[in-house]
């Protein structure tokens, strides 16, 4: 079963992700942030992107093996389209978490403050991943699309073969 490189190196990249959600979650431990600050919608948007992250992962990865079972030769152009729009959506949705972890490590005491700025540090190693993932599959779509397409149509000028 071979896979095409993109496929390989963003599974790569996703379960870097999945780690780095999962130590979020972790810092995120329940018991502690109650102690501290009430249950308010900046904690459920957390707990929402990271579960939708997760999800957006998971799903992504066992597709990837789907399509490599395809071989090489697979046309990945409605996979890069759809990658490069969940890897913005969630290059976004971690965005909106660094400014809550940044937001809430300023307001409250040191060691809660501590933790809120490791979540905010994580979710910006999560945007870098997700940049990553949107660069690999644009380059992809602009290779095959574009660049492919003109040296297609650049072998003909005018009825004549060109080098």
């Known amino acids: 079963m071979a896979f095409p490189s993109q496929l390989l190196i963003s599974m790569g990249v996703k379960i870097a992700i999945?780690?780095?959600?999962?130590?979020?979650?972790?810092?995120?431990d329940p018991s502690y942030v109650t102690a501290y600050i009430s249950i308010n919608y900046e904690i459920v948007i957390i707990y929402l992107v990271s579960a939708l992250t997760l999800l957006y992962?998971?799903?992504?990865?066992?597709?990837?093996?789907?399509l490599a079972k395809r071989g090489e030769d697979t046309p990945l152009t409605n996979c890069a389209f759809s990658e490069i729009i969940f890897a913005t959506a969630g290059i976004m949705g971690w965005l909106i978490i660094i400014g809550i972890g940044g937001t809430?490590?300023?307001?409250?005491?040191?060691?809660?403050?501590?933790?809120?700025?490791w979540i905010g540090a994580m979710a910006g190693l999560n945007v870098g991943c997700f940049l990553i993932i949107a660069a690999i599959f644009a380059a992809n779509?602009?290779?095959?699309?574009?660049?492919?397409?003109?040296?297609?149509f650049n072998k003909y000028d005018r009825g004549v073969y060109v080098q």
């Open 18 to 28: 999945v780690i780095l959600t999962i130590v979020t979650l972790i810092l995120l």
């Open 57 to 66: 992962c998971i799903v992504s990865v066992l597709m990837s093996f789907l």
């Open 104 to 117: 809430i490590s300023q307001r409250t005491i040191i060691e809660t403050g501590e933790r809120f700025g």
């Open 141 to 152: 779509v602009v290779s095959e699309k574009i660049i492919q397409r003109q040296n297609r």
